[in-house]
């Protein structure tokens, strides 16, 4: 599974746990309902800003890590 696909459905199970809409997520994060759905599908690349701002709302945060060889 694609980077975007992982994280499009880490968002989607996350906010469907707090039981939160696409469009009250949209609003809260400050972002576009129609970004927000692309997000969620995997259709678009969304930028850091709008992953920040995304994870805040969720309660979760973006990390980085070296991959083990």
Not at 31 to 53: D, M, V
């Amino acid at each position: 599974m694609a980077a975007i696909q992982k994280i499009a459905l880490l968002i989607q199970q996350r906010r469907d746990q707090m039981r939160i809409t696409q469009k009250q997520l949209a609003d809260m994060a400050d972002i576009g309902i129609n970004t927000l759905y692309k997000i969620e599908t995997g259709q678009a690349n969304p930028t850091l800003e709008s992953l920040q701002k995304i994870t805040d709302v969720l309660g979760m945060e973006i990390t980085l890590q070296v991959k083990k060889v």
